[in-house]
């Protein structure tokens, strides 16, 4: 009998034949494909496997999507083949777990010491959570013994902070302690507060409101893709913590990993923290605590606030900035192509006129009884037009009826939860880019409606009129900012929005230039803030 661990700790199964090989492949039922070098790695692969079980289970013995499950859950790539993904889980569970061989003597005492030294950084991580949450972040920067305070020289201060980092990177605690990216965070964060409190702490002026609130009672909540149930939030996502932030307030949508269907905080499925059943859940509710509102589940809960920088915040900005302007591009090209059709006709609701596409081949299902042609059996358009004239049957004709009635309702049911995802977005996108009346042009018609309801102004009119008259509502907002349309910036500032486009341009242009002919009160100060459109090409004079 070969002895196979010997020659592959000898490195001699490099020499063994190729027909050998592909018999000990077939005897475990492993894949024989490839070369001598890819079966002989294949090989060794499996004899590795058998030091590293998985729940009782030899790693290289794993089907394909059991592979690649046990490969995500440990927050590595599932990008390649079945040998990729088995190399990099069993080079993780070699640096992650111990062999489930007996380890030595020689290597017994040391397991000790590593052991103890994991637990000590894991008791500072969950002190650092603690602290954070209470905003003591000298009190951080002091966890080693060495006190730190907002006086501290910077140096000292730093030497602190690198030697918490270096018990707290996310790369050595974070297999063992789950929240060592919540706690690096912290960290970062305490020592920029810290070192330099004027850049972290300053409050923001007319721009957005900093949400700070305790995290007491609350939990991330699990959400789950509408269409395959597959939870929201997996590691092999690379989503960032703060992301979560984001989905429940409404600001950003996801696509699933698995089905790849993009869906937002209003179509996902939220899950209880207590009863894991779901409940109905509107972005108005993130800083409330509630309940699932099932009889037998009582217990309120609030939702996890993460913190996030004030980089990811400007580069969210940025990017609802982007969205928005291309979902209402979009929009405006629906609208379009549907009062096109309209003038036009539709021809899926004339039941004559899908008889004859049936007819002429342009259709495959029978209008009347839904059964399709396309198979063998109806070769041409004559059979088709002879099914036509058969096709009397009262009963499959209700049936088909029925089935095209719940399909339509279907579309319908999807159309409203994207409608009414895309707008709690564009409202929640208005909220954190700072309710401006220049940012209006972000809202939709109904929640511009809203806005006047709420001012006492009159509902009625077109998306400009609605615009102009929240803009005048709200005066001393005249500085223009990024706009979709040249009618939403025309009226928010109290210009005629008609026109040709060279009009409203020229509008804009007379009331910028008009501003600046204003003779300044003293030196780079104004009566009235002009409307700057092209900063760069601004003409100074002399």
């Known amino acids: 009998m070969t002895d196979w661990l010997k020659l592959v700790q000898t490195g001699q199964i490099k020499k063994v034949p190729q027909a050998q090989l592909k018999q000990y492949l077939r005897e475990h039922k492993l894949s024989q494909v490839g070369d001598a070098a890819d079966q002989a790695a294949r090989i060794t692969r499996h004899l590795e496997g058998f030091n590293h079980l998985i729940d009782g289970v030899n790693p290289a013995e794993m089907k394909l999507p059991l592979l690649r499950k046990e490969v995500a859950k440990r927050g590595l790539s599932v990008i390649g083949n079945q040998d990729e993904m088995l190399t990099l889980l069993l080079e993780h569970l070699k640096r992650t ?71 707290l990177h996310p790369d050595k605690l974070g297999s063992s302690f789950e929240g060592a990216t919540r706690a690096f965070q912290a960290l970062v964060f305490a020592f920029e507060t810290v070192t330099r409190p004027e850049t972290v702490e300053a409050p923001l002026t007319n721009k957005t409101t900093t949400i700070a609130r305790s995290n007491a009672g609350c939990y991330r909540t699990k959400v789950k893709c509408p269409r395959c149930k597959v939870e929201w939030g997996a590691p092999v996502e690379g989503n960032p913590d703060y992301f979560y932030n984001f989905l429940m ?8 990993s698995t089905c790849l269907l993009e869906f937002g905080c209003m179509a996902g499925l939220h899950l209880c923290p207590h009863c894991h059943c779901p409940f109905d859940y509107h972005p108005k509710r993130y800083h409330e605590k509630v309940t699932c509102g099932r009889p037998n589940c009582k217990e309120p809960f609030g939702f996890w606030l993460y913190h996030v920088s004030e980089r990811a915040l400007g580069a969210l900005r940025e990017e609802i900035k982007s969205t928005q302007a291309a979902r209402l591009r979009t929009q405006e090209a629906k609208r379009r192509r549907a009062a096109s059709a309209q003038k036009r006709g539709n021809v899926n609701e004339d039941p004559l006129a899908q008889e004859r596409l049936f007819i002429l081949g342009l259709r495959d299902h029978c209008p009347r009884c839904g059964e399709s042609m396309s198979m063998e059996g109806y070769p041409d358009e004559e059979a088709q037009q002879l099914h036509l004239l058969q096709c009397t049957d009262p009963t499959k004709a209700a049936a088909h009826k029925k089935r095209v009635a719940v399909a339509a309702d279907l579309v319908a049911a999807r159309a409203h939860t994207a409608d009414l995802q895309s707008e709690v977005a564009s409202g929640a996108a208005w909220e954190f880019l700072g309710g401006q009346a220049t940012q209006l042009w972000l809202l939709s018609e109904s929640l511009l409606r809203d806005q006047c309801e709420v001012a006492g102004l009159s509902t009625s009119g077109t998306k400009e009129e609605l615009i102009a008259r929240i803009a005048h509502n709200r005066k001393g907002q005249k500085q223009l900012g990024p706009t979709l349309t040249l009618k939403a910036v025309c009226a928010a500032h109290g210009l005629p929005a008609t026109g040709t486009r060279k009009d409203m341009l020229r509008r804009l242009e007379d009331a910028q230039f008009s501003a600046w002919e204003t003779p300044p009160l003293a030196v780079g100060q104004s009566e009235h803030p002009a409307i700057d459109l092209h900063p760069s090409k601004r003409v100074r004079s002399a």
């Open 249 to 256: 307030m409404g600001l950003k949508s996801f696509t699933c």
């Open 97 to 167: 777990a111990p062999a489930t061989a007996p380890a030595s003597a020689a290597t017994a005492p040391t397991a000790r010491p590593n052991s103890t030294t994991q637990q000590h950084s894991i008791a500072i991580a969950k002190e650092v959570l603690r602290l954070g949450e209470m905003g003591e972040h000298t009190a951080i920067l002091s966890l080693l013994g060495e006190t730190i305070a907002t006086h501290t020289d910077i140096a000292q201060t730093r030497k602190a902070f690198l030697k918490l980092s270096l018990l």
